[in-house]
């Protein structure tokens, strides 16, 4: 489900324990073509705070075009998430952000981000169990 920027989710983890306590998380951003936050095989800890900066998976060209990228923000007559060509670096890097490029659909003053884009707060409710997370 999408989840407005800003808004927290709380995740709570029991499968965790200190035999196996790593740890990954990935997200993929709303209304972008590709871009997405991650951390992979992280060992956490109470009290860890992560911020993790969003990234661009190269699959093709950030369009901001509401043709080529799935979210609510476009509107249901788009074809919204036909993958664009795929012209883009593909490699990972940092996400540059939503510029509000040529052609695109959507208004960058109300899209933009800038890193992190993803925050990670560990918490533990049972000092016996690997701690929950809370992703604001």
């Known amino acids: 489900a999408a989840l407005p920027g800003g808004d927290p989710l709380y995740i709570d983890i029991d499968a965790v324990s200190r035999?196996?306590?790593?740890?990954?998380?990935?997200?993929?951003?709303v209304n972008s073509n590709d871009g997405f936050a991650a951390i992979n095989g992280k060992i956490l800890r109470k009290?860890?705070?992560?911020?993790?900066?969003g990234l661009d998976a190269g699959a093709e060209d950030n369009t901001e075009n509401c043709d080529d990228m799935p979210g609510p923000a476009c509107p249901a007559d788009s074809s919204n998430g036909d993958p664009a060509e795929p012209d883009g670096t593909q490699f990972v890097r940092v996400h540059s952000g939503f510029f509000g490029v040529e052609g695109g659909s959507l208004p960058a003053e109300s899209y933009d981000w800038r890193n992190p884009m993803l925050r990670v707060e560990v918490t533990c409710a049972d000092e016996d169990m690997v701690p929950a997370l809370v992703l604001p």
């Open 19 to 29: 035999t196996y306590p790593y740890v990954t998380i990935a997200a993929m951003f």
């Open 47 to 53: 009290g860890n705070v992560l911020y993790l900066n």
